[in-house]
């Protein structure tokens, strides 16, 4: 996929498009990894997109899929996850001519690979692929395309942000990503994280900017609260990593 992101002229509210029909958004929780997923559809076409699917939890979500008469049209990963298997392999098996989705500096396969800058079309709304590496070099966020939702996987998370002791994470480059590709969007976009290990569904770029203990200090000081951390190695993260290198390529057991 290549070419600019659509905009739309002037700000509207987060669940309308241009002709003012309402965007499909659901919010679907894994409790192991504590991992969302996010399902957005075109009421009008019924095209859709998955974002960051899980594999246990992907026939869960191919059946809502076909419960609400949509066609997935991609199963996009924000990044190559360390804490759970991808369920974008699962669903091309269980939603045929649906397509696995990651970026190109993941250095993960999957069918279509994306890169800054690149739309995601789903009937007549876009999401807009801002990279924002730290947590991992091909870490994205996704924008709606009149700016009013962000999927920011694990770049920001709801009062804190991606861990970068592992797959080549770096505090510094993360740190500019968050204020460069997702603080500069209006105060009032909706911020939706990939995990939340607190109960918190959903922020905003205003909140984080003022009130994320970790993104409110300066860079030099995020990078040394960063190298303090000293969290546990991910559960799943010897398997998790080489399943989702292959990103749905591969065909996961059912």
Known sequence: MAGSALRVAGRQLSQYSESGAPILLRQMFEPKSCTYTYLLGDRESREAILIDPVLETAHRDAQLVKELGLQLLYAVNTHCHADHITGSGLLRSLL????????????????????????????????????????TPGCVTFVL???????????????????????????????????????????DCLIYPAHDY??????????????????????????????????????????????NMRCGIQTPPS
């Open 96 to 135: 045929p001519g649906c397509q696995s989705v990651i970026s190109r500096l993941s250095g993960a396969q999957a069918d279509m690979h994306i890169e800054d800058g690149d739309p995601i079309h789903f009937g007549r709304f876009a999401l807009e692929t801002r990279a924002s590496p730290g947590h």
């Open 145 to 187: 395309h009149d700016h009013s939702m962000a999927f920011t996987g694990d770049t920001l998370l709801i009062r804190g942000c991606g861990r970068t002791d592992f797959q080549q994470g770096c505090a510094k480059t993360l740190y500019h990503s968050v204020h460069e590709k997702i603080f500069t969007l209006p105060g």
């Open 198 to 243: 607190h109960g918190l569904t959903v922020s905003t770029v205003e909140e984080e900017r003022t009130l994320n203990p970790r993104l409110t200090l300066s860079c030099e000081e995020f990078v040394k609260v960063m190298s303090k951390l000293n969290l546990p190695k991910p559960q799943q993260i010897d398997f998790a990593v080489p399943a």
